[in-house]
């Protein structure tokens, strides 16, 4: 690619992804969101370089993208490069920017969705408008997603798609998205690429308290606020036990190999020390989680109410999902009622394939100290809805950041920014990987 080709794709990356950030599609939960407004720009987007696409909308505002890339062997299957299009709700109050200004600061593009993923969608449109510039025909079928209510289960976006429209992604086995192929630095200054092979399971529930209603002033032992608040805090105050996946133990086999530091199985959180902001993370990995999330009780201050909820934001290891609920069974005790909000599968795949060489290989042309590993995401991502196909989901939305900079804290986040160094170079391995597939 000549110099001026590269500046015309990472000027048109940072670009897109600021206008992308200026359009609020903020997903408020239960089903309050609305990605019109930023899936017609998509459309406009690709529309301008004669890549034609179709919005699906699920529900009134709730829109997804989908447009396919015809490649040049057909005897390849397809590749779902995929993103979400909402973002979670910013307080501005408690920014320094306006978060949805999309403001250029410091070497940084700031604003509500710079990393959560309005980077990584920036820098696939980038990439296509390219090709279609360029005569550029990819070898594979290239099918672009852009989904709706990620941030809230993706009731309306990815399970939608898959319930609905399932033939977008026929021919495809294989997927691409978030929250992959990003640096950490150890103490020791090697760098690793986390490329994304497993998501824990998600269980969200909503807990039920029933007591006896009446008076602030008298006695009453059958409090729904006192039983909803002793099981909240049983839960949230449970030590869950260490579970290693089989990317955990790999993942942590190359901190050891890299670090020169023992590799214990019976406990791996010392090896922790040495991933920075990465830690807490990649901790949440090594176990199943249960955190209170929200609590609802009452209408009056000297009123005792008859029932009283909490909600719980329920994570477990692959292969551990019996676990964490009969665990929370056990915490709440028989009084408590439990009910399913959102349930969703753990994943795990190998790290091996045509596909994963290919991100090692993009990784370390344009990063020669590149190490990449295989890592388990603490959340999730739409890759969960794809895999009811068959479809194999990978993290990989690359980026190379300073070792300072605290990119877990940006998700979700006050201040949510996203360094431009480290969007040029995910652009180009981002374009590297999808050249060569």
Known sequence: MSSSHSTDLVDETIRICRELIQIPSVNYGDGKGNEKEVADHVVQLLKEVGIESRIYESAPGRCNVIARIKGSNNKLPGLVVHGHLDVVPANSSDWSVDPFKAEIKDGYIWGRGAVDMKNMNAMILATVRNWTRNGFTPQRDIVLAFFADEEAGSIFGSHYMVDHHPEVFSGCTEAISEVGGFSVTLSNGKR????????????????????????????????????????????????????????????????????????????????????????????????????????????????????????????????????????????????????????????????????????????????????PVPYVMSGGTDNKALSVLGITGYGFSPLKLDKDFDFMAMFHGVDERVPIEGLTFGVFVLKDFLENL
């Not at 998600?202 to 807990?207: A, E, G, P, V, Y």
């Not at 008298?218 to 805090?233: D, G």
């Not at 406990?267 to 991933?275: A, F, K, N, V, Y």
């Not at 909000?341 to 994943?347: C, E």
């Open 192 to 371: 690793l690429y986390l490329i994304e092979t497993a998501e824990k399971g998600i269980h969200w529930m909503k807990l039920t308290a029933d007591g006896r209603a009446g008076h602030g002033s008298l006695m009453n032992q059958e409090n729904a606020v006192t039983r909803i608040s002793e099981a909240v805090a049983r839960i949230g105050n449970h030590q869950w036990p260490q579970r290693y996946s089989s990317t955990v133990k790999i993942f942590f086999q190359r901190i050891a190999q890299a670090t020169g530091r023992t590799y214990d199985e019976k406990d791996l959180r010392p090896l922790l020390s040495e991933l920075g902001f990465a830690s807490r993370m990649i901790g949440a990995t090594l176990q199943n989680t249960a955190n209170p999330t929200m609590l609802e009780a009452g209408y009056k201050a000297n009123v005792i109410p008859g029932s009283a909820s909490a909600v719980i934001d329920g994570r477990f290891i692959p292969g551990y999902e019996e676990e964490l609920n009969e665990t929370i069974k056990t915490l709440v005790g028989p009084e408590i009622k439990i009910e399913t909000i959102t349930r969703d599968r753990a994943l795990e795949v190998s790290f091996e394939g045509d596909l994963v060489e290919q991100m090692c290989k993009s990784l370390i042309k344009h990063d020669s100290d590149a190490i």
